[in-house]
Nanobody, 117 residues
Framework: VQLQASGGGLVQAGGSLRLSCKAS????????MGWYRQPPGKQRELVAT???????NYADSVKGQFTISRDNAKNTVYLQMNTLKFEDTAVYYCNCRRNWPSVMDYWGEGTQVTVSS
């Protein structure tokens, strides 16, 4: 599985960005897609995940602010980020998790999101 993320950039606080991640290769119907982020000097952390059926999970810090969605026909997952804050500044990574026959994580190259205060 290959993941290609796009949509990062520089935005002022209060602004919005939409990240996209297109998956290619042997996509499985059970794959869970998601976004993680790594703020400067910190560990990588979960942002949001979505199953093929549309079940979502969000980090508490982004609930009500970010929305994850998925277009199965296009093998693409999106992250709509609204009301961005300085602390949302991070490198955002697209992730595909396969749980069978064993847990396997695929990662895309990160895309930088910088929020100016």
């Amino acid at each position: 599985v290959q993941l290609q993320a796009s949509g990062g950039g520089l935005v002022q606080a209060g602004g919005s960005l939409r990240l996209s991640c297109k998956a290619s290769g042997a996509i499985s119907s059970g794959d869970v897609m998601g976004w993680y982020r790594q703020p400067p000097g910190k560990q990588r952390e979960l942002v949001a995940t979505i199953t093929r059926g549309g079940i979502t999970n969000y980090a508490d810090s982004v609930k009500g602010q970010f929305t994850i969605s998925r277009d199965n026909a296009k093998n693409t997952v999106y992250l709509q980020m609204n009301t961005l804050k300085f602390e949302d500044t991070a490198v955002y990574y697209c992730n595909c998790r396969r749980n069978w026959p064993s847990v396997m994580d695929y990662w895309g190259e990160g895309t930088q999101v910088t929020v100016s205060s």
